[in-house]
């Protein structure tokens, strides 16, 4: 089964960005990779998904314009760029895969916080 | 946009207890329904996908079920282990992916 390790935690200042990581155990080009945060007390928001074979991406239209996610197939790893952070983006961020359409969210990485603050 | 709402937003529970929780959409979303179950500090961890299939290695004492708009998720005799907080989520349109606000179970 594929294992998903994030990069570790980030402080960022408000206005800079932050890329997190994201390394598949055995890199596969079906499915979906996706992101999803959770700020400190609250509840899951799904940020978008990238395709592993093509590198197609979608995103929640509140980030369109703020986030990108990429791929490097060669060391199996996917990344989510966030731009223009502000404290509202303090949040764990995971990774997580979808093996197939009707298979919703399979594995999950173990997060990433990020901390924004002056 | 597709909005999902858990009730009860929190819930007092014996081990042993008969659990259900209820995820309504704001339209329709067959049977595009997971429940994922959090625990403090971790990861999400998928219990049910398309409404009512049990994911690998989950226990027995979860099941789900309803489609279009109404779904629950019960668990038959809750466990010390299972004191946690559910999210369902609905993945109908691959473009957009919502989930419920939670529901939290605490021992009573």
């Known amino acids: 089964q594929v294992q998903l390790v994030q990069s570790g935690a980030e402080v960022k200042k408000p206005g800079a960005s932050v890329k997190v990581s994201c390394k598949a155990s055995e890199y596969t080009f079906t499915g979906y990779y996706n992101w999803v945060r959770q700020a400190p007390g609250q509840g899951l928001e799904w940020m978008g998904w990238?395709?592993?074979?093509?590198?197609?991406?979608n995103y929640a239209q509140k980030f369109q314009g703020w986030v990108t996610m990429t791929k490097d197939t060669s060391i199996s790893t996917v990344y989510m760029d966030l731009s223009r952070l502000t404290s509202d983006d303090t949040a764990v961020y995971y990774c997580v895969y979808a093996s197939g359409t009707d298979s919703a969210f399979d594995i999950w990485g173990q997060g990433t916080m990020v901390t924004v603050s002056s | 946009d597709i909005q999902m709402t858990q009730s009860p937003s929190t819930l007092s529970a014996y081990v042993g207890d008969r659990v259900t929780i209820t995820c309504r959409a704001s339209q329709s979303v067959n049977s595009w329904l997971a429940w994922y179950q959090q625990k403090p500090g971790k990861a999400p961890k998928r219990l049910i996908y398309?409404?009512?299939s049990l994911a690998s290695g989950v226990p027995s004492r979860f099941s789900g079920s309803g489609s279009g708009t109404e779904f629950t998720l019960t668990i038959s005799s809750l466990q010390p282990d299972d004191f946690a907080t559910y999210y369902c989520q609905q993945y109908k349109s691959y473009f957009l992916y919502t989930f419920g606000q939670g529901t939290k179970i605490e021992i009573k």
């Open positions: 990238i395709n592993p074979n093509t590198g197609a991406t």
């Open positions: 398309k409404a009512s």
